[in-house]
């Protein structure tokens, strides 16, 4: 259930994870123009456990809602503005 947080926080070990492997072997590795193949596995998997915590943030914020709308009030509020603003036709 999403009460119990343990989503969040294999989220944030695993975006920890990946930039402490990152630095530890970054160091070892000898400086290049190109793109290694290391720094390109590095990105994918920093890219993708932030993707992660962030997709597990909004299931949580969902699960959580309260209110009839599932837009934010921010969200809400700039929709109504951009409809009063929107010329009409005629």
């Given at each position: 259930p999403p009460q119990c947080g343990e989503r969040l926080g294999l989220g944030i070990t695993a975006l920890l994870a990946a930039v402490a492997?990152?630095?530890?072997i970054a160091a070892k590795l000898p400086a290049a123009?190109?793109?290694?193949?290391?720094?390109?596995?590095?990105?994918?998997s920093l890219a993708y456990a932030a993707a992660v915590l962030v997709e597990s943030c909004i299931v949580i914020g969902l699960y959580y809602k309260t209110s009839e709308s599932l837009l934010p009030s921010c969200l809400r509020w700039a929709s109504r503005r951009a409809a009063a603003v929107r010329p009409r036709p005629g």
């Open positions: 492997s990152d630095f530890v123009r190109e793109m290694t193949w290391f720094a390109q596995f590095s990105a994918f």
